[in-house]
């Protein structure tokens, strides 16, 4: 039963957090600081919401408080205007851990399958092409109001979902790939490239796996079963798209329903015993 962190918890969560990921933490009477210009006042209570649910003391707590703290950090870093032009749009699979919240989704794609909202691109000086969603307790708590900055994220997302678009026109057999600052699954919130997806297709519908945020392939027929279940546990919660098929059409992104076990069948696959050569006639032509 999980319980509800005390300030020690979260103070030892927050030293680790420090020392992992290399960040500045001071100590304050109710939560802890992130020094610079400006100073970033982070409470036990934000802390808590950072956790969402999760113990402090175990590497996914950390994981989560870090990502949190890091964000304030950067977005504090930065004036208004430069985060308007960073400003994403950022798609996200319903069922992912990493899930930011009902209170940033923007738009839900019909299916129940894929939730968009506002991402930065650039954030992490690591990283200046990864696109990070923020949550909007976040955004609150940094004084970002970020509603005005939605429609520019929608226009863009149509015009990289035109370019992909154009792009599998030409290469029709080749894996689907980022375009832009959009990676596979944000594009599937684009009502331009699904459009494209199942344009020759007669009944409308296309399955489609996207194990990873990084690519995704649309002829199934060509693909192990296992391999889209396999690749997405291989692939770390950030990068990781989705765990199973997906059902497309021009208004839907549904995921496959349940059942069965594709890499239990593709271990125990075994050669046949007996291999049935016949004689064949060959006609010379």
Not at 163 to 179: N, V
């Amino acid at each position: 039963m999980a319980t509800w962190p005390e300030p020690p918890e979260l103070r030892r969560c927050a030293l680790a957090v420090a020392v992992l990921n290399d960040l500045d933490v001071l100590p304050a009477i109710d939560g802890i600081v992130l020094p610079g210009r400006p100073n970033v006042d982070v409470t036990w209570a934000e802390c808590r919401r950072a956790l969402g649910g999760v113990e402090p003391e175990t590497d996914d707590g950390r994981h989560r408080l870090a990502r949190w703290l890091l964000l304030r950090r950067w977005l504090a870093d930065r004036p208004l205007e430069d985060l308007f032009e960073r400003a994403r749009p950022y798609g996200c699979a319903v069922e992912s851990p990493l899930h930011p919240g009902l209170d940033w989704v923007r738009r839900r794609v019909l299916g129940d399958a894929v939730d968009i909202g506002i991402g930065f691109v650039g954030l992490d000086p690591r990283d200046a092409d990864k696109v990070l969603p923020v949550p909007q307790r976040l955004l609150e708590g940094a004084d970002i109001d970020a509603d005005g900055w939605w429609p520019n994220a929608v226009v863009y997302l149509e015009r990289m979902g035109r370019m992909a678009a154009e792009r599998l026109a030409r290469q029709p057999d080749a894996p689907l790939r980022p375009m832009g600052d959009c990676d596979v699954v944000t594009l599937l919130a684009s009502l331009t490239f699904r459009a494209a997806i199942v344009n020759e297709v007669a009944d409308g519908m296309r399955t489609l796996a996207v194990p990873m945020r990084s690519r995704g392939w649309l002829d199934l027929n060509r693909v192990d079963p296992a391999f889209s279940a396999a690749a997405a546990s291989l692939t770390s919660p950030e990068d990781r798209g989705f765990s199973r098929p997906l059902l497309v059409t021009r208004d839907e992104v549904q995921l496959a329903p349940e059942g069965g076990d594709v890499v239990k069948l593709a271990i125990e696959d075994q050669i046949a015993p007996v291999i049935d050569l016949r004689d064949v006639m060959y006609h010379r032509m």
